[in-house]
């Protein structure tokens, strides 16, 4: 009954809570449109979710979550710093073609948005197979060791976060 309802919770959660904050106001009707579209969205959207990814919420997103939000702010003042100080001088911009061993599209999407989220570096493409993600890199001294770290502070997590 609850799936018939409401066939992806976590979804309808999230939308009820963009709603919430694009509103930036919590009244009754507000919140009542916002649960309407909450519930009508993903039953309107079903379809085209055949197979729904399998999540793990906890300690695995909660990691995941917390490492991203801290590369971010660190990326930002070593982006910042590059602008302002060294210019041009001296980048090693870089494409980087990282191998990936995600199965399912939504973890991969979610790794390549991750890297896009990620001041200085930018997923250009992936390929046809989904096997491998292209990527433009800022300043990479060293192009393996760079593909090393995204794939273990990434994607390694992902892998346990879409089990």
Known sequence: MRKRILPHPALSALLLIVWLLLANRVSPGTILLGAAWAVALPKFTQPFWPDRPRLRFGRALAGYIVVVAYDI???NF???RLVLFRRNR?????WLVIPIDLST?????????TISLTPGTVTADISADGRTLLVHALDVRDPDAEISRI????EAPLARVFA
């Open 73 to 75: 702010v660190v990326a």
């Open 151 to 154: 794939k273990a502070r990434y």
């Open 78 to 80: 070593q982006v910042a």
């Open 105 to 113: 599209a939504e973890a991969i999407t979610v790794l390549a948005g």
């Open 90 to 94: 001296g980048l090693r911009s870089r």
